[in-house]
């Protein structure tokens, strides 16, 4: 496969590192970079990440047969409004949003004729860093990319999404928008909000000196997620409310169960408690395990 022009409007750590696996593969001819802050774009050029760029998205699509949309959720919106009028009859169009449903309705809403050549998607790979810097080509090897095409989504359109995204390193699945939105909240969302959360807990507490200076490994991996990006989990979490809500709650329910035993000093229920625990995380590991050994196997990450 060869894409004459794609462009990435947002070069950040999603959109840099896509460039990068698509160079490794010599995909593209041309990939043009689209951001806010022009040194961000020079950086990227001067990386060798992208050939040239516009801030001004409309420019950048011009001409492009693909255009990746890898910017905060929040974005999305106003881009595709900006875009639809310059893309062409055939350009293909693909995001790396967090959270599907919403961008599903913002694309249906704003890209028009377009709307069939739109392929929703997100890569489940990351890291907590952010921008053109943090990028590197091999982000999307052995992870999974779910697609969450609607009925009106042609199966050229698919079919390219999916042989890039192959192209790129990542095994390919799909999902329903809604299904995805479920399963995400739970794998990914769910656990950032509970590190942010618990870092907040933790730095108000009043000794928090101390608690910082003397946190080991179990803090460190526990939170690694919560320095990642606020605007980007700002936008998830509101994109996903309702999911991240409910699960909040069943959290909450979990909590107030073990509170209670400790209360009461119930110990075979909190063994119980944690001995399901290890063992649901266990399986989760081995399956983690063997995908990094096999990756026709299980499971990716973020
Ligand atoms: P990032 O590293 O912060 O990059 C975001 C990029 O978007 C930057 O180049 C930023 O540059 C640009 N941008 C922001 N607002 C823009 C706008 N209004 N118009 C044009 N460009 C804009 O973020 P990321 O981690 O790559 O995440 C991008 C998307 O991928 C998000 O939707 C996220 O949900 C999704 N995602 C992230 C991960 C992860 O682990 N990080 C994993 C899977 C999916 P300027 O600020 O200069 O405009």
Known sequence: MKINHLTIIGIGLIGGSFARALRRANVCQRITGCARSINELKKAVELGVIDDYSTDPAEA?????????????????????IIAPALGDQTIVTDAGSVKGSVVESARRYLGENFSNFVAGHPIAGTEKSGV???FAELYDNHRVILTPVEETSSEAIDCVRELWELAG??????????????????????HVMAYSLVNTLSKMEKSGDVFRFAAGGFADFTRIA???PQMW???VFANRNAVLEL???????????????VKNDSTFVMN??????????????????RQVN????EGEE
């Open 227 to 229: 320095s990642s990006s």
């Open 273 to 290: 408690m944690l001995t399901d625990a290890k063992q649901a995380r266990d399986i989760f590991a081995d399956n983690r395990l063997q």
């Open 248 to 262: 909040l709650q069943q959290y909450e329910d979990g909590i107030d169960e073990l509170k209670e035993a400790l």
């Open 170 to 191: 990542a095994d390919v699945d799909m999902m329903d928008v809604e299904r995805h939105d479920e399963v995400l909240a739970a794998t990914s969302h769910l656990p």
């Open 295 to 298: 990756p026709d196997t299980e």
């Open 61 to 81: 699509v011009e001409g492009a047969d693909l255009v990746f949309v890898s910017i905060p959720l929040g974005a999305c919106s106003e881009i595709f409004e």
């Open 133 to 135: 810097d943090a990028s």
């Open 234 to 236: 700002h936008d998830i």
